[in-house]
């Protein structure tokens, strides 16, 4: 087995498999903290606001063409915006919980040998005893649904003439977890017998981490020498959230058939749906204040599920082949939007897929995969434009979304800004914070854009503020970044 490049491939699976969260669609977004609803004037605006179709190339009075005078609406200028046609990609990962501490030291333990030195040898000193408590402790932590990894990219070509627009957009997200584990065959050796072996251990340190009912429990199940376990835990560095998930551990390998490692069936889960759409888009003015649109998406889903052994030589071809295991289904989508405006702010709401878009789980080898139902999202925005050349932006998620990760949620607050320095070059800036949850935090933002009149490029970024620790490296929770050419007139 090759457990860290297993780790690395998992990251890389995205473009295999997706889901429709809170996405964050394009670089000027990405840059302004992923605020689009109301702020948007390119052709992103067929996932953030179609409505903003109404108002391009929607002349304002004659008096009004040269300036936008100072009763206009137009504040970031659609009117002077005839066609347009874009090129986007975006790509993000984030690292939930103690996921990436946790399957690091399962990789050191494997790759220096520890695994196979508790296999022929049992629990001899202290030092394999301290390394059966981090391999238990890993394994039982990466046990827990919120520890994981997922990684998303969006992508997409998209054409605009007038209040008319056509595209082609893939939305991708695909996650991992442990789903499956096995304490009973590690393949402890000496007695093979957990309790026993702790026997053998005098720990040089003092500390006490287990409570007096999970003492107890250890004694229960057949562990006497519990204390001996809670010394080792507390020089370990177990916490005290994590001790409970350790002497669960510990009694499931003393109560196990202790087999070798080739019987272990503890099982990495990938499970993800990539979504192809391809959106037609219109918008109607009814007046410089006031418009609608929406989107009629036919849609493309394959919905994906792989389980591999994570003790497995052959963990790495499974992977490889994951993309091998899913089901496809067509279907469409639906999505309606407002877009008002006021001179100096605009405000805006989306409702996105609107008739809960479904896509069949694929059954592979015994195991059904669920269903991934795609619910009805709204979003509403609100930017504050005082010149053509600045603005300042605020989206929020009026409801909370499923992920392709069971246990996490998505709902976003995001706040952004922009500055067009002389229409030649615009810098962003902004963040964003999913409400849902609190194992990631708030995400910094920041992107560039350039205009050579002819074309435009748009770079941008994102990291989140918490860190975690892999490969004794201190890493961002969640990144993200995105690139777009656009011509737009």
Partial sequence: MRLSSALALLAGCAGIASAQESFTVGPRALGMGGTGVAAVDDLPAQYYNPAA?????????????????PLSVDNNALWRKDWGAEADFTFGARIHKDFAEHAQMLVDHYDNGTFDDLSLNGLQTEAQALALVDI????????????????????????????????????????????????ANLGLGGSGDLD????????????????????????????TNAGIADQLAAQAGVSPDQTQLLVDALVAAQTGSVGDLNQNVSSLRMYGVNVIEIP??????????????????????????????????????????????????????????????????????????????????????????SDYEIEPTATAGVAFIPFETLTFAVDLDLIESETVLSSYKSQYLRLGAEWDILRFLA????YSENLAESDIGGLVHAGVGVNLWLLRIDLAGAMALETTEYDGNEVPREARVGFQLAADF
Avoid: C
Wanted: no cysteine.
């Fill in 53 to 69: 179709f109404g108002f391009f190339a929607h002349q304002p009075p004659v008096e009004e063409q040269s300036d936008k005078g």
């Fill in 196 to 223: 026993t072996e702790l026997g053998n251990i005098t720990p040089s340190g003092n500390g006490s981490v287990f409570s007096t009912a999970q003492i107890t429990q250890l004694t229960n199940a057949g562990i």
């Fill in 427 to 430: 810098l962003r800036a902004g």
């Fill in 136 to 183: 238990l402790n890993a394994l039982s932590n990466l046990s827990d649904p919120d520890n994981a990894i997922t990684a998303d990219a969006t992508g997409g070509f998209s054409v605009r003439i007038k209040q008319f627009g056509l595209g082609v957009r893939t939305f991708s997200q695909v996650s991992g977890r442990l789903n499956n584990l096995d304490l």
């Fill in 280 to 369: 037609l888009t219109f918008g109607w003015a009814f007046n410089e204040n006031i418009s609608i649109g929406g989107n009629l998406k036919a849609m493309i889903g394959r919905v994906y599920g792989t389980d591999v052994l994570v003790f497995d030589d052959n963990i790495e071809d499974a992977l490889r082949s994951a993309d091998e295991n899913y089901e496809e289904t067509l279907t469409w989508g639906v999505d309606l939007a407002i877009m008002a405006r006021l001179k100096m702010f605009n405000l805006g709401l989306t409702a996105r897929n609107l008739n809960t878009p479904t896509f069949d789980g694929p059954t592979v080898g015994a195991t059904k995969f």
